[in-house]
């Protein structure tokens, strides 16, 4: 293995704004100026995510609606050349 050329791993903690649930892993993120939160006794780096696999809908089975009718028209109306 080459020295030098792989990133270092921080401890980092993933927040879900949604749910709240922290997820506790190692990552080689580099976020100047973030917050960071102690756990265990161990400084980790806080990040935090709109979307995690707690509250995203292909992990949890909830459906969520999407408006796709419309949508076309609305391109071709938005686009649409004017004579």
Do not use: C, W
Not at 9 to 26: C, E, L, M
């Amino acid at each position: 293995m080459k020295q030098g050329i792989h990133p270092e791993y921080n401890p980092t903690v993933f927040i879900d704004v949604s749910t709240g649930k922290k997820f506790i892993t190692n990552s080689s993120i580099k976020a100047k100026g973030a917050d960071s939160e102690e756990i265990d006794g161990v400084k980790h780096i806080k990040l935090v995510r709109d979307i995690t696999m707690d509250s995203h809908p292909v992990y949890t089975g909830e459906k969520r609606f999407v408006d796709t009718a419309g949508r076309v028209e609305k391109f071709q109306n938005k686009f649409r050349r004017r004579r």
